[in-house]
């Protein structure tokens, strides 16, 4: 039987949405599936050597609160200097609590079960990136080579 | 409780840590052989059917026991 095929473009470069990329592969991995992630805008920030993903309140009426604070803080508190640190290093503490992986820990899965990890050149030119800032083992590339993929791919997901 | 092979403890974690490790360890053992899986996150239920089921990696049992849930893998 020929692997299935999973391709996922990855582009935002929060705490949050750096979860759903990094744990779909991984599992679709160990279901055997042959998997890639196309890293694009703000999806670079998954591909850094040292990670600093934080995650904001802002904007984001569908994030759980603390104390029911989403129904009687102000949002504009939530603009507040030191606010998405804070939110940030709860959200660290409620995952470990919960026994939720890391970014870390889930990147290092991917790329232990050979998941294919690509990012995009434009962006990273774009942003006036340097290779050196990204781990190794990635591969550098455009929208023709995500497609030569995601083109035979059986499940195509945008992030 | 039916004889096992090798036991993996995954209980605290949560997904997709449990089929993760498990598919790991799953990977040193041979053929025939026999898995026993310990998890506490409810999800796994349903997680290790579809895993057994897109690997071909038998799932001989699946209960749950004391608040914990157990799986019997068979490797293919």
Not at chain 2, 17 to 41: C, E, F, N, V, Y
Not at chain 2, 47 to 53: E, L, R
Request: proline share 5%.
């Amino acid at each position: 039987m020929e692997d299935k095929k999973l391709a996922i473009i990855a582009t935002k470069g929060s705490l949050d949405w750096a979860y759903p990329p990094f744990i779909l592969a991984s599992t679709a991995a160990a279901l055997g599936y042959e998997t890639q992630i196309f890293f694009t805008f703000y999806g670079l920030q998954l591909l850094k050597k040292k990670l600093h993903l934080e995650v904001t309140p802002l904007g984001n009426p569908g994030m759980p609160m603390p104390m029911g604070m989403d129904k009687w803080f102000p949002v504009l508190g939530l603009a507040l200097p030191g606010m998405q640190g804070m939110m940030t290093t709860m959200m660290k503490q409620k995952m470990k609590k919960k026994g939720v992986a890391s970014i870390e820990e889930l990147r290092e899965l991917c790329i232990e079960a050979e998941v294919k990890l690509i990012a995009c050149q434009m962006t990273v030119d774009l942003f006036d990136m340097d290779q050196s800032e990204f781990i190794g083992g990635i591969e550098y590339a455009g929208a023709a080579a995500f497609f030569e993929f995601a083109g035979e791919s059986d499940i195509c997901l945008y992030v | 409780m039916a004889d096992f092979d090798q036991e993996l403890d995954a209980s605290g974690l949560n997904c997709p840590l449990p089929i993760l490790r498990a598919k790991k360890t799953l990977a040193g053992m041979s053929s025939g052989q026999i898995l026993h899986i310990i998890a506490t996150d409810p999800g796994s239920v349903k997680d290790f059917d579809a895993f057994s089921k897109q690997t071909g990696n038998e799932l001989l049992e699946s209960k749950e026991e004391g608040g914990k849930f157990h799986f019997m893998i068979k490797k293919a």
